[in-house]
């Protein structure tokens, strides 16, 4: 009977009785090479970088890393650093190659991945779950709640 009227309480709420349901999202980190000065970024830093119009940072190329477009982390990491939906990063990309503008940022497949692209080069940056971080990268920025926030 408690059975039955909780799934008519989640059915009355739009909601579906799976974990994913009641998951908190992780937490996403902004990472950058140990070489790298810097202590903390903001949306208005990460934007430029991650749509390549910023591509020297600190007297140093920058070389930012992204995730696949599919990749959740992907998704919420473009709609709290760029402001756009996956739509209106495919569109941007488009414009940018239609115009001659610089290429998107280096894609790999994995938080794994961007973790030692960005470890190995001293431009490196990335964005992975916090619970990807290891000691060849450092912390300069967190998002929650669709909000970059220091670290």
Do not use: C, H
């Not at 140093?60 to 996956?86: H, K």
């Amino acid at each position: 009977m408690k059975r039955l009227s909780l799934l008519l309480l989640l059915a009355l709420l739009g909601m579906t009785a799976s974990a994913s349901s009641f998951a908190v999202e992780e937490e996403i980190v902004v990472i950058v090479n140990q070489a790298n000065p810097a202590r903390e970024a903001g949306r208005d830093t990460l934007r430029p970088i991650f749509q390549t119009t910023r591509t020297e940072w600190f007297g140093r190329s920058a070389m930012p890393v992204n995730l696949p477009e599919d990749s959740s982390l992907r998704q919420r990491f473009d709609m709290a650093v760029l402001g756009l939906d996956p739509d209106g990063v495919a569109r941007y990309w488009i414009d940018r190659k239609i115009r001659g503008g610089e290429r998107p940022p280096r894609k790999v497949a994995t938080p794994n991945a961007v973790v030692r692209a960005v470890g190995d080069e001293v431009g490196g940056i990335g964005y992975v779950a916090a619970g990807d971080v290891n000691p060849s990268v450092k912390v300069i920025a967190r998002i929650r709640d669709g909000q970059v926030v220091p670290p």
